[in-house]
């Protein structure tokens, strides 16, 4: 078996083997605390009185802490003599006293273990010892470290760790491999590491494990392994009941690998171990360690973090000393030559990724959005025939599919954005965009230029290898002595095989003659990962003759000598090598030169071809002389129509014209001895008629009503799925639609066609080689849509009315040749006609009267038809409209002898264009504006330079628009500002701080930059910036500066990250900005939950029907989960639960009792966890009990009897109370209370009065009517009084103890009070003890004993589980002893 170290002293599954140098190790007895999650080792089987072995009150609990803050650990122990507590971490020391400080707390007797300013290197799991002279007692808590801010220290080490050179972490796996022993095997002896991997894999995987491990028999092995199946199936009996859905180790794209299977335990006590290669690991069950357990229900998933390449090997999960899964974990030695790039595309356009890798993979992981991708229609996944580049096309984008896209090979990962751009153009009314046909992305460099110059490396590096293989055998050779030739492996050989065709059926069996010692040998051979090993065997000793059969051998990679050179083999031997794999031994031969001969040094490549398409199978060999033959589907091919053999050189060629399907095939090239084989795989997807797909092509048009005929041929293998979209919506057979279907052409009729039904119509073909794609588009003419408004009134003055307006919407399909216009003058009811104008939406009426308003109609004329009519409103010509007021002048520019400004112009014109504008200044603290330009000369643009000015006065502006009409009123004033020459930026700001954070609110401080002169000048105000840690832009907090050197950024999303920056600016521009060190989380400092109502009752009764209510309110940071639990099950769907900033309430409308149990809330956040307990009683008032019934057992006392009351079954809480009425009194006395069977003895009953008795049934919520007894007692007669003297006789009273009334089984609940009698006689007057277990109990102040005449009673103060037990009374005299025993037990 694989060997394993094991730990036998395991406090809990997961933990490694702990080395206690205080604790030595003793051999005790394990037993599990009453606290979860705590082991007691006991030294000594008896323990003395009075003694006991440590144990925790209170265990250490697990911490999730900021970094920074103080870490306390808090620990109760008890136990006698008092235990030693001491501490100890899994990783690293605890000497540093600073760091962890020991302390104890002499108020609450609690053990503390402080680390002030708790830094990550800190987070590990932690071990609390209390130990004494009689046992000890150990837990496990586990410290988590929240690292606060980004550390660019630490990311650069990371940086730098994951930057490693791949070819020196392949010298460093070649030295590891070198410095590696394995075990040798004897000859037929089988790895054991092969039957731990075979043992847990799936029958299809038998045959590239056997061939990894050089298994040749099968069915030796198959025998062998049902044996060993047997046999670990009879181990894992012993621990596991069940155990299935056995799911090997793989990789994810998250960096991390994991495995999983389902087991169920027979006791789930047994302890799980994991080993990697036989070597233990710890793992964790909370993901905080580098191998990880997460148990779901029955099923066990492993995980592994990190991964990094010492990571491979051999996993194995044992419970207690017995294996039950096994599997190989192997890493790909590959990298990303070229990566993944950004993409930016636009809305409805595809979008490509690729990437180059340094060694060829099948088939790569590509995850989007950390969510992985599959090929299909969305996504199209695809490799080159090298294997090396490798794609992903994201078909048809949208908004939806921007986000972070990922491309894993092995441990190997890269990462880049897509980004896609929102398309601006309008869709057509009611339709969907078209999609585009356009590609965006893509590597920027030529991949196949270097996947070729990649490929030709590996060529290279795998020739040297065969080089030094050759080399290495030459001097071999050279310094073996001549009886002595090297053996034949698996990678090289010394007898040439006879070539293609040879008969082989000469060959007889021989014998071998003994042997001579032979020196060492050195063997060189090719290894799985493509390192040359030189191998230094032993000599054998052959002391017997062997028959063995020769015959041809025919591996890849063959050396061997000519033919003139070697003596014809006598003998060939099979034996096995260190890797059990079978050997051929040829004959001796003389100390020559070996030509290695024939090499192939490209074999065949997979080839691809379309149906009708050429295609072409290449290899080439180092030698020109050779020849060789061709074999498809093992059968010898030759030059036929269709195929052209050829040879170039040291290249052949077989060239297939015209593929088809029967040429598809595994195919073979043969030479010498040597072979390589490739497959070729003939596709006919559908394909499409240029010309065919040329008239497809073309736009169809028709007019409204028509029908439209789309017709396409094809060809491909059958089936065939025809599909038609129109506009990116597929069309069904409908009313207006017909699609028709055949095997090698479709078509489309639409029938009745609308306007707005133009659009792209597309035909989608699709068989299991491919899909194809043809596009054509539909056009569907009518006439125009009216024209749009309104319209805008360009000019309206007393001589003319210019307008303008829009182009109607929808022009049918032709262009607008002409605008008919009419007239109307408001107030009259004809229109006059203006007639057509030019296809330009503008006229310009000049046949208009001062003051009049007019009225116009608008028609737009195509060559499909005229337009219904746009009516404009009314429109007055030649009145005074002046226009708006411009906006406030924009200071451009500053100097000391100019000023630059800009305006805007007003939004409202009065009706007529804007002919200019007039500026006008005034300097601060006057009150007097001057003009800048003369009034009979307007500023005809919308910017001036005013030049008279004075350096260093400052100034403020306004502008005043001039129409057809007159000006306008002036402007706002502009901002002052100084006639100077520009001011320099300011500086970065100084001292930037948080000061404090909320969920959604975080307050910042800084100081001010300094001033520099020539450099940077003062600020005149503050900008703050935001970034979300997943955005790329900065969000500005102020849109203007603000004066302050503090802020307070609102509107955060809670527990967001963001970065933060401040910059300063002036009127020089703005400053370089200020960021933050590390990021700042959207959250209040963590706060543990707390309750915060302390009055809040843990017990509360209410009536049924009535409303249950109950409010907690608690404070914690981060906002924490709120679950409610009935009873340790989460609350059913009746009851509401409402949580709020602070508080959560459940709510029962209408109460039942099914509604009665514990309500628990449990509130908790990375800090931590609380919990609060309510019950809830939910009852009514209780029915009255049965009859009652009398009985005299013992004179003096009447047991007074009743049936139950129909509530005792579904109200735990009910119980009994018993009241008297004698005759000689007037009132009701209580007897007994809380009797909670249904019989009571009542003493003291008086002979000769009369009694009666009333039995009331009581709970929580009441008390109910009574049942009454019948009278009991006959008053007697008095009779005449004589006196008759007895003759008295000597008579002994004395009796041994008897029980008259024996004690009966009670079941009580838990903190009620119990009652347990009997009745006894006896003379003299009996001695009464109780006992409980055999311990007395008569001194023991929680019970009250009582013995009235004869009745003996037990009261249990505060029923609780230590009153369970056996329950004795022992009545003792000088006649006797009598001895009554019952059990006591108690419900919950």
């Not at 008239?695 to 029908?707: D, I, R, Y």
Request: neutral net charge; hydrophobic residues 30%.
């Amino acid at each position: 078996m694989w060997k394993k170290s094991k730990i036998t002293d395991q406090t809990a599954n997961g933990q490694g083997p702990e080395q206690d140098m205080i604790h030595k190790k003793r051999a005790g007895i394990k037993r599990k605390s009453k606290v979860p999650g705590v082991m007691i080792t006991q030294y000594v089987e008896e323990l003395p009185e009075g003694k006991s072995t440590p144990d925790f009150l209170r265990k250490p609990i697990a911490l999730t802490i900021q970094e920074g803050k103080l870490a306390v650990f808090k620990a109760r122990v008890s136990g006698d003599p008092k235990p030693e507590v001491t501490w100890r971490r899994a990783k690293g020391d605890m000497s540093n006293m600073e760091k962890f400080q020991n302390k104890f707390d002499e108020a609450t007797g609690e053990y503390h273990l402080e680390m002030p300013k708790v830094t990550c290197e800190e987070a590990d799991t932690y071990k609390c010892y209390a130990s004494n002279e009689y046992g000890k007692a150990v837990c496990t808590v586990i410290l988590n470290v929240i690292e606060v801010g980004f550390k660019k220290k630490k990311a650069m080490e990371e940086m730098d760790a994951s930057s490693t050179d791949p070819t020196e972490f392949r010298k460093l796996l070649r030295k590891r491999a070198k410095g590696e022993k394995k075990e040798e095997k004897n000859d037929g002896e089988i790895d054991e590491r092969f039957w731990e991997i075979i043992m847990s894999a799936d029958r299809k995987d038998y045959e590239h494990i056997c061939a990894e491990y050089g298994v040749k028999d099968f069915r030796v092995m198959l025998k062998k392994l049902n044996e060993k199946k047997e046999e670990r199936e009879v181990e894992q009996a012993k621990y596991v009941e069940y155990l299935s859905n056995l799911k090997h180790i793989d990789l994810k794209g998250d960096g991390s690998a994991s495995f999983e299977f389902e087991m169920e335990l027979k006791d789930p006590t047994s302890r799980v171990f994991l080993y990697k290669d036989g070597v233990m690991l710890p793992f964790s069950d909370e993901m905080a360690m580098k191998h990880n357990l997460k148990t779901v229900g029955k099923k066990l998933i492993f995980t592994v973090k990190d991964l990094l390449p010492e990571d491979a090997g051999l996993y194995q999960v044992d419970v207690e000393e017995v294996n039950v899964f096994s599997t190989d974990f192997k890493i790909p030695c590959v990298d990303f030559i070229v990566k993944i790039q950004e993409v930016k595309a636009k809305e409805r356009e595809d979008a490509l990724f690729e990437c180059v890798l340094s060694h060829p993979i099948a088939k790569i992981k590509w995850t989007g959005k950390n969510s992985p991708l599959e090929h299909g229609d969305k996504y199209s996944i695809s490799a080159s025939g090298d294997k090396l580049i490798h794609r992903l096309l994201i078909k048809d984008c949208m908004q939806l599919d921007k986000g972070i896209y990922s491309a894993s090979a092995g441990i190997k990962s890269c990462s880049a954005w897509l980004m896609v751009e929102a398309d601006t153009e309008p869709a057509p009314t009611g339709k969907k965009k078209a999609r585009k046909t356009t590609q965006a992305g893509g590597a920027g460099v030529n991949l196949e230029k270097v996947a070729e110059e990649q490929q030709g490396k590996l060529q290279k590096e795998k020739e040297e290898r065969i080089e030094a293989i050759i080399k290495a055998k030459e001097e071999q050779q050279a310094t073996m002595p001549e009886n002595v030739v090297e053996e034949k492996t698996d990678d090289s050989a010394l007898v040439k095989d006879p070539p293609v065709g040879r008969d082989t059926s000469k060959d007889k069996q021989t014998e071998i003659p003994p042997k001579k010692q032979e020196p060492p040998v050195v063997k060189s051979s090719i290894s799985d990962g493509g390192q040359l090993k030189l191998v230094k065997e032993e000599p054998k000793v052959d002391e017997s003759p062997k028959p063995v059969k020769t015959s041809p051998v025919v591996p890849t990679n063959v050396i061997a000598p000519p033919k003139s050179d070697l003596p014809e083999p006598d003998t060939q031997a099979s034996e096995d090598d260190n890797s059990g794999r079978k050997r051929n031994t040829g004959p001796l031969v003389s100390d020559k030169v070996i030509d290695p001969g024939v090499q192939f040094v490209s074999g065949l490549s997979d080839v691809t071809a379309l149906m009708g398409q050429p295609a072409e199978l290449l290899c080439k060999v180092n030698s020109e002389i050779c020849e060789g033959a061709w074999f498809r589907d093992g059968k010898k091919i030759s030059t036929e129509d269709g195929l052209t053999i050829s040879k170039d050189g040291s290249t052949h060629k077989l060239l297939i014209n015209s593929c088809q399907e029967e040429h598809s095939g595994k195919y073979r090239f043969e030479a010498d001895g040597r072979k390589t084989e490739a497959m070729l795989n003939v596709k006919d997807p559908p394909r499409f008629d240029q010309d065919d797909l040329d008239a497809f092509s073309k736009p169809v048009t028709v007019k409204v009503g028509q029908n439209a005929i789309f017709k396409l041929p094809f060809v491909g293998c059958e089936p065939m799925k025809i599909q038609w979209y129109r506009d990116g919506e597929e069309l069904l057979d409908e009313n207006n639609v017909k699609i028709e279907k055949s095997t090698s052409q479709s078509r489309l009729l639409l029938s009745k066609c609308q306007r707005k039904e133009t659009g792209e119509i597309k035909i989608r073909l699709k068989n299991e080689h491919g899909t194809l794609e043809a596009v054509s588009k539909l056009i569907v003419l009518d006439k125009p849509t009216p024209p749009q408004g309104p319209v805008e009134v360009v000019e309206s003055s007393a001589v003319c009315i210019d307008i303008k307006w829009r182009s109607p919407k929808d022009n049918g399909g032709r262009p607008v040749k002409n605008y008919l216009l009419e007239r109307q003058q408001v107030g009259r009811n004809t229109w006059k006609k203006i007639g057509e104008i030019p296809g330009v939406p503008t006229y310009k009426d000049t046949d208009v009267d001062h003051g009049r308003k007019y009225c116009y109609r608008i028609r737009a004329v195509t060559e499909e038809g005229i337009s219904e009519m746009m009516e404009t409103d009314d429109i007055q010509a030649g009145t005074l409209a002046f226009p708006g007021v411009p906006a406030p002048p924009t200071v451009v520019s500053a100097s000391n002898t100019c000023i630059n400004l800009t305006w805007t112009a007003p939004s409202n014109t009065g009706g007529s264009r804007i002919v200019g504008y007039n500026l006008e200044k005034r300097k601060k603290g006057s009150n007097l504006w001057s003009n800048v330009n003369p009034n009979e000369e307007p500023i005809q643009e919308k910017k001036y330079v005013v030049k008279d000015v004075a350096a260093g006065m400052e100034y403020e502006f306004r502008v005043t628009a001039i129409n057809v009409s007159g000006p306008g009123e002036p402007s706002n004033p502009s901002e002052f500002v100084f006639a100077r020459d520009p001011k320099k930026p300011p500086g970065k700001v100084e001292d930037l701080k948080v000061t404090d954070t909320s969920y959604t609110t975080l307050s910042l401080s800084w100081t001010k930059p300094r001033e520099e002169k020539g450099v940077q000048d003062d600020p005149k105000g503050y900008y703050v910036e935001v970034r979300q840690a997943e955005s790329l832009e900065w969000a500005r907090c102020n849109v203007t500066p603000i004066l302050l050197t503090s802020f307070t950024v609102k509107g955060l999303k809670a527990l967001s990250m963001y970065w933060i920056r401040v910059i300063a600016t002036n009127e020089g521009g703005d400053g370089v900005p200020q960021d933050l060190d590390n990021y700042v989380l959207a959250m209040p400092p963590p706060v543990r939950p707390r309750f915060t109502n302390n009055k809040v009752k843990s017990f509360m009764v209410v009536r049924a029907g009535n409303t249950v209510r109950i409010t907690i309110n608690f404070e914690a940071s981060p906002w924490p989960e709120v679950d409610w639990l009935k009873d340790n099950v989460p609350v059913t769907k009746r009851v509401t639960i409402s949580n709020s900033d602070g508080s959560s309430q459940i709510l029962i409308p209408s109460s039942e009792r099914s509604d009665s149990g514990v309500y628990t809330i449990v509130v908790k956040n990375l800090v931590g966890q609380e919990t609060f307990s309510v019950e809830v009683r939910v009852t009514d008032d209780p029915k009255p009990p049965g009859p009652v019934e009398l009985e005299e057992s013992v004179p003096g006392t009447v047991t007074v009897i009743w049936e139950s009351s129909p509530d005792e079954k579904r109200d735990d809480h009910l119980h009994y109370t018993v009241s008297k009425l004698e005759s000689t009194k007037n009132t009701w006395s209580s007897v007994a209370d809380r009797v909670f069977n249904n019989k009571y003895t009542v003493c003291n009953i008086m002979p000769g009065r009369e009694y009666h008795f009333r039995v009331y049934a009581k709970n929580d919520m009441g008390m109910s009517a009574p049942s009454e007894s019948p009278t009991w007692g006959i008053e007697r007669r008095k009779e005449r009084f004589v006196v008759n003297m007895p003759i008295y006789k000597t008579c002994d009273l004395r009796s041994p103890p008897a029980f008259l009334v024996p004690l009966k089984q009670h079941n009580a609940p838990k903190g009620y009070e119990c009652y347990i009698s009997c009745a006894v006689k006896g003379d003299p007057k009996p001695r009464i003890t109780w006992y409980r277990n055999n311990v007395s109990l008569n001194t023991n102040t929680n019970y009250y004993i009582s013995n009235i005449c004869g009745v003996c009673s037990l009261l249990i103060l505060h029923v609780g589980p230590k009153d369970v037990g056996e329950y004795t009374i022992i009545a003792e005299n000088a006649m006797g002893r009598a001895e009554c025993s019952t059990k006591f037990s108690v419900r919950e």
